[in-house]
């Protein structure tokens, strides 16, 4: 199933998602919406550290430590970005919006924030029966970038290779009785169209 992603210049109020994903570098400050929510106070600069803030609007959001604002790159916001989505998985959320860090670089921070979204959200969950997970987690449906509209391409391009890549897990995570060459032939074909 693929992931929806979007970019968005809404503001932070404005948001429609289960969940509001934040970055903070060291020595930087909260969005100024943001300052005053419950559990403002605990929100760390630590390089992945999560804390989890309650506004009025929207209802949960995370903020995720990102380190040194000189070592900010589209890796670690790789990293982050697949924490988010397995604190996500958690929460049993389908939407997640991310508010895109400024940065020369934020094409690449886009690119990194969707692939560790679309990687961190991935489940092989093909053989599970229903007694094995009363309750399975829901799945993430959509993500939505705050930035700049010219993030859409970049967007777009990294949510293609990392579904790219969770179909090779997909396929990798198959028992051989199941992958068969003619098995695999039908899904090249499938994937090709």
């Known amino acids: 199933n693929s992931m929806k992603v979007a970019v968005s210049q809404s ?28 559990g403002a106070a605990d929100a760390k600069s630590d390089f992945k550290e999560l804390a989890t803030l309650h506004p009025d609007s929207p209802r949960r959001t995370v903020v995720i430590g990102l380190g040194k604002r000189a070592d900010l790159d589209a890796e670690r916001l790789r990293v982050v970005a697949a924490l988010v989505a397995k604190e ?43 007694k094995d997970d009363e309750s399975p987690p829901s799945a993430l449906e959509s993500l939505t970038l705050l930035g700049p509209a010219d993030l859409g391409d970049a967007a777009e391009a990294a949510r293609i290779c990392a579904e790219s ?18 098995y695999l032939g039908r899904r090249a074909r499938e994937i090709a169209s």
Not at 14 to 37: H, I, K, M, S, T
């Open 165 to 182: 890549q969770n179909r090779a897990r997909d396929l990798q995570s198959l028992p051989s009785n199941v992958a068969t060459p003619s």
């Open 88 to 130: 996500a998985g958690r929460l049993k959320t389908t939407s997640v919006a991310w508010i895109v860090p400024e940065s020369d670089e934020q094409g690449a921070l886009a690119e990194g924030i969707v692939t560790g979204t679309v990687l961190g959200a991935y489940r092989f969950d093909r053989f599970k029966s229903k």
């Open 11 to 38: 503001e932070i109020h404005e948001v429609d998602a289960d969940l509001l994903a934040v970055g903070l570098c060291e020595g930087e400050e909260l969005p100024a919406e943001l300052a005053g929510a419950r």
